[in-house]
């Protein structure tokens, strides 16, 4: 069974930093480009950042580009988001999505999700 | 404010069809495949719909996806109460080198 567990949401405050993971399983995880889409509470998906297959390419969402970095480990079947200078509006439930080989495929698979809360 | 448009809500009645527009341009959908999701209450999104009109194993026929042009459309036939969730489209966007969604479609079966 194709799985994501994401973990590392916390209450941090607004400056602060958080890394979060999601631990995949079920599927050959080094085929697939990975994301992160989040949610804040009572709101739409955004979609964070994506991570090639190989981890030698990413790109960011506008409203998080600069502060946060995607990365994996494929020996570890790892995603990871490194948050940095976290704001008030980061606050949301954040998604680990499996793609496909390619940027522009459909995000076939969710993980449950993992809440960050940005407060003082 | 959404790089893509959706309709806020859409409602039906069992065995009605409903349908939910995603409103794009000319960098995103216009030169892009278009994804639905469908997100039940308190639940991850779910993928109901790729490249335009693609199901993926287990979802009913009863969902369909089109696109025309810089827009696309979910049409669900035979509503069930079931399907009462958020809906939201999604693309590539060529300009911002990044996923772009829909505000996202609360159906409701009356």
């Known amino acids: 069974e194709v799985q994501l567990v994401e973990s590392g949401g916390v209450v941090v405050q607004p400056g602060g930093s958080l890394r979060l993971s999601c631990a995949a399983s079920?599927?050959?995880?080094?085929?697939?480009?990975m994301h992160w889409v989040r949610q804040a509470p009572g709101k739409g998906l955004e979609w964070v950042a994506l991570?090639?297959?190989?981890?030698?390419?990413?790109y960011y969402g506008d409203s998080v580009k600069g502060r946060f970095t995607i990365s994996r480990d494929n020996s570890k079947k790892a995603l990871y988001l490194q948050m940095n200078s976290l704001r008030i509006e980061d606050t949301a439930l954040y998604y680990c999505?499996?793609?496909?080989?390619?940027?522009?495929?459909?995000?076939?698979?969710w993980g449950q999700g993992t809440m960050v809360t940005v407060s003082s | 404010q959404s790089v893509l448009t959706q309709p806020p809500s859409a409602s039906g009645t069992p065995g009605q069809r409903a349908t939910i527009s995603c409103s794009g341009s000319?960098?995103?959908?216009?030169?892009?495949?278009v994804n639905w999701y469908q997100q039940l209450p308190g639940t991850a999104p779910k993928l109901l719909i790729y490249?335009?009109?693609q199901r993926p194993s287990g979802v009913p026929d009863r969902f369909s996806g089109s696109k025309s042009g810089t827009s696309a459309s979910l049409a669900i036939s035979g509503l069930q109460s079931e399907d009462e969730a958020d809906y939201y489209c999604?693309?590539?966007?060529?300009?911002?080198?990044?996923?772009?969604f829909g505000g996202g479609t609360k159906l409701t079966v009356l």
């Open positions: 991570v090639n297959w190989g981890g030698s390419r990413t």
């Open positions: 999505a499996k793609g496909g080989s390619g940027y522009s495929d459909a995000f076939d698979t």
């Open positions: 000319s960098s995103n959908i216009g030169s892009n495949t």
């Open positions: 999604a693309a590539w966007d060529d300009s911002l080198n990044g996923w772009v």
């Open positions: 079920g599927f050959r995880f080094d085929d697939d480009t």
């Open positions: 490249s335009i009109n």
